[in-house]
Structure formats: C-alpha cells, structure tokens
C-alpha cells in the first residue's frame, strides 16, 4: 500500500492551497517541503538594522541568502535572477501580498495580439476560484475597478489610504490617467487567522504581526486540522515510476543526509518555474514535449522614484502597492509592440534602498556629509512607480541542469538561461518616461529611474506550460501531465503566458480548480 494518497512536493502557494482542499474532502496528503516552519518572532522587521538584514540573511535572492534550505542556482547566463524562499508558505513569506486577477484578454494574447497562444481555459473558467481564493486568502480591496469585468468584490476593504497614495493619485488625476486602490491579501480588519495591518512597511521580510496572508498563516493550519501531514526538510532528489511509466512517489534526503521514500498514488509538483522544471529534469520524466523548463517567464520591471518636498511618509506600508494603474495595460499598437504593463505605487522602506536610487549619482554626492543631506531630502518624501511588463514566452529562456553546480546534498542545481527580449525593453522604455511624467504631475522635484533590475524575478513562471496538445504543453488544462497519468503540476510553471500580474491569484486559483478536478477524477475511478 502507499504511504498516502495523494504526495504534494513544496508547501507554498499553490501546494497549500491543493493540500488543505484535499485534506478537508478527506483524501489522504502528504507534503514534502525542503525548508521548515519560520516562526514570525525570528522576522526583522522590528530590527533597527532591517534594511540590512533585507539585503542578507533574509535577502530574496536564494545566491545571496545561502540558507540551509537554499540551493543554488547558477544565473551567469541569466539577465534577470529567481527570487525565491524555501519555507512552510514558501515565497509568500516574503512576497509583497499583491493579489490582482489576471484580465480576460491575459488569456487570449494570441487571438487578440497574434504572439505566443491562447491558454486553454478563459478568465470565466476561472473567476470562481479567483472568487474562492480572496475569501480563503482573506484579500482587501476595492471593487468596482473599470479595468476588470464587474462584479469583483473583496472580504474587507484596504487599510487606510496614506499620502503617499493620495500623492501618487492626483497625478494621475491631473494627466486623466486611470489608477485604483490595489488589492492585497493583507487584512485591515481581523479576519480568521489574521490580524489587522499597521503598516511598518517591512513585509517583503515577512510579517511580524500576521497581517499578511502568507500560506503558513492561512492555509497550513486547517490543512494540518483537516488531517494533512506535512514533513519539513525534505528535499526531493527525483519522483519515481513504475513500469507503466505512472508515478509512485518521491525519494528525498533529509536534514542528516539520509536518503528517504514515500509512496503514493498521485504525485503533485508545486514547487514553482524553477524548482519543478529541475525536478521534472532530474526526474526525467513528463518531457515528451520538449518544453519541460522552457519558455520561462519572469516579468522585467522598470522604476521611476520620485522626490517631494514635502513629508509622504514614504516608508508607511504596507509594502503591497496601495495603488494600481491600467493605463497602459492593454495593448496600443501605435506604441510599436503588444502588450503592456501594471503600475504599481511604492512605499520605499529603510536607508539602503535610497542610496540604490543615487546609483547613478558621483560618488561625492554619495559619500560623507552629502549623503546624510540626500538622505535629509529624500527619507519618506519619496516613492517608486514601477511598471511590471507582459513578459512573453521564449523557447530559449529556460531552465537546465548545471553540469557542475549542486546543492548541499549532491543535487544537480538549476541553471537559468534568459534574456530580455527586444520588445520588453521597448515596453520598459515606453512606460519610464510615462512613470516620469506621472511622477512630474504630482510635483516631484526630482526623479530616478531604472531601465530595468535583474533582481525581480519574484514570479517564475512557464516551464511546464498547460494546454490540451501533448506535443506542445506539459501538463492539460487542469494541470495533469499528458506523459504522466497520475502526475500534476499546480504552480506557476503551467502559465502560459505571463501578463502583467502579479501571479499569486492566478496560481491560487488555478490550484483550487486542480484539485476539484483530482477530486472529481477520483470519484469517477471508485
């Protein structure tokens, strides 16, 4: 007999999600998750040295952080770098709670644009499990957006809207540029497990009052009360099948090196664009299409930082963006390429990120008494528009096997390969000086920008693409691998196409609608 009935591998996002929906219908779920619980007393958001501590130890770089539970990733070939953390909640840990929806013509950029291909399902497909996710995640918002279909509504309202909010809308006001209060799954009220937000801005370092909807906090809990298992310091080395090619389970070393083996009947991967194509590599399997780690996506972002003269306090958070732009989200062809971008405000926390922002600046103005003076100017007086682009896929951004590099435990690592296509920088370009000319309608004294930033990849995504051809897609439109019967894949590898969102709706939703499915699926084989 097996160990359990069904083996999720990661205990982010998407596996929190499928494990909990599972568990409560009463299937049998074990999940594996190569890091461990963190506890939120060991967050340092309280810290006075936090910027530091955010560039290091809890630095969202997997290279520069090197924890126990880390593996490395060789990125010398990579123009922009994974952000990732292995945890119970994963990357929402440090993820900034951004929770929009993608929008319907996300799903259609092929009928409407002619690039990439449509998704297999449309937004309507999933709008109720989009439904479904703010009310589990416990997201605050407004509804009512102009830029989304009607009917979207939210399980509280935003916490409150800070100057830096209003200063970043009446410059879009005064340009008639669209904006809207940005949904977050950050409470404002208390709301299950959930405190309500006071703002401190830090977390993207985790949150030390649990106001963030991270999974750890809203998922594992009943997942675990519904009779889930969970084993920390797992890390999966391959998933095994048998001869009828069907997967059986996982082999995994643990935290003394040994090496371990649990069964099960259906095997699920949810260890995001990076961690399941290495996976599936090592594995060996689920690859009859080729496009196992291919066509990685990872959403190039541009900056403009604007200064005020007056007091915004920059630093309040939450660090979720408190406002949202469509503007220029749709495609315009008059721009001279497809697709567009989301706009996010900014709150900009700590000392170190303002000197990032004098990059460019000589170094006496960077130095000595110069800086304290910058410093004097600029510390919460300043903000960040940044636009997240419509990342395309490309066969040749991929993940691989390093031949060399591997983690503590002997793995062979992930090596990325990606490079910005020409038409992400002329978004980029577009979207900058227009970010300048909102931050110029609201009086900025000055600005800074960045063409584009290596480390944004937050949202890895593409590598085990979703559709109903096996020739070309891994997994079908619900997440099960067209090679491998009884395998998912329920994370953000399965995206099509990137769009311009955050992913983290779209991967808790399409998770939920994968396990109604398994669930239907085995009801049907009894």
């Known amino acids: 007999m097996p160990d359990a009935d069904v083996l999720v591998v990661g205990a982010g996002a998407s596996g929190s999600v499928l494990t909990r929906r599972l568990a409560e219908a009463g299937v049998d779920v074990v999940c594996l998750e190569q890091g461990d619980w963190v506890q939120s007393h060991t967050f340092p958001g309280e810290a006075p040295e936090w910027d530091v501590l955010h560039q290091s130890r809890w630095a969202t770089n997997p290279n520069t952080r090197r924890l126990p539970a880390d593996y490395p990733i060789n990125t010398d070939d990579a123009e922009i770098h994974p952000l990732m953390f292995s945890a119970v909640g994963g990357g929402t840990i440090h993820f900034a709670a951004n929770w929009p929806r993608m929008t319907p013509s996300d799903f ?64 879009m006001d005064r340009l008639g540029w669209h904006w809207w209060p940005h949904p977050n799954a950050i409470a404002s009220v208390p709301y299950r497990n959930l405190v309500p937000c006071e703002r401190r801005g830090t977390c993207m370092t985790g949150c030390i009052t649990g106001a963030k909807a991270s999974a750890d906090i809203v998922h594992w809990p009943e997942a675990l009360k519904a009779g889930a298992r969970l084993i920390t310091g797992a890390r999966v080395r391959e998933i095994t099948t048998d001869a009828r090619g069907r997967a059986t389970g996982a082999i995994w070393v643990d935290r003394a090196g040994a090496e371990q083996r649990t069964t099960a009947a259906t095997v699920v991967l949810a260890c995001n664009g990076v961690g399941t194509a290495r996976l599936l590599l090592l594995s060996g399997i689920a690859n009859s299409s080729g496009l196992v780690g291919r066509r990685l996506m990872m959403h190039p972002t541009a900056a403009v930082a604007g200064v005020y003269d007056e007091d915004l306090e920059g630093w309040r958070g939450p660090a979720g963006s408190p406002l949202l732009s469509m503007q220029f989200y749709e495609t315009d062809t008059s721009r001279g390429f497809v697709r567009g971008a989301k706009w996010d405000a ?163 939703a399409f998770a939920l609608r994968a396990a109604e499915r398994m669930l239907a699926v085995s009801r049907q084989a009894v």
């Open 108 to 171: 259609c950029v092929r009928s409407l644009d002619g690039v990439a291909d449509d998704w297999p399902f449309t937004y309507e497909d999933l709008a109720p499990y989009y439904t479904q996710a703010e009310l589990d995640w416990g997201v605050s918002g407004v509804g009512g957006d102009p830029a989304f279909p009607p009917g979207i509504t939210y399980p509280m309202a935003p916490p409150p809207t800070g100057r830096l909010a209003r200063k970043a809308a009446s410059g």
């Open 346 to 508: 900014y709150p900009i926390a700590g000392v170190l990120p303002y000197m990032q922002l004098l990059h460019g600046t000589p170094l006496a103005e960077r130095f000595g008494p110069a800086i304290h003076e910058r410093m004097a100017r600029m510390h919460g007086r300043s903000f960040l528009w940044t636009a997240q682009t419509d990342d395309l896929p490309e066969e040749e951004n991929r993940v691989e096997l390093d031949p060399e590099l591997t983690d503590a435990d002997g793995i062979p690592a992930p090596r990325i390969r990606y490079r910005v296509h020409p038409q992400s920088h002329d978004n980029m370009r577009f979207q900058l000086d227009r970010m300048r000319e909102a931050h110029e309608a609201a009086g900025a004294t000055e600005t800074h920008e960045w063409h584009w930033m290596p480390d944004v990849g937050w949202h890895t995504l593409g590598t085990a693409r979703c559709g109903d051809d096996p020739a070309t897609s891994v997994v079908d439109p619900f997440g099960c691998s067209h090679d491998v019967p009884n395998l998912w894949v329920v994370d953000g590898s399965v995206f099509v196409t990137g769009s311009s969102m955050n992913p983290t709706a779209t991967i808790a």
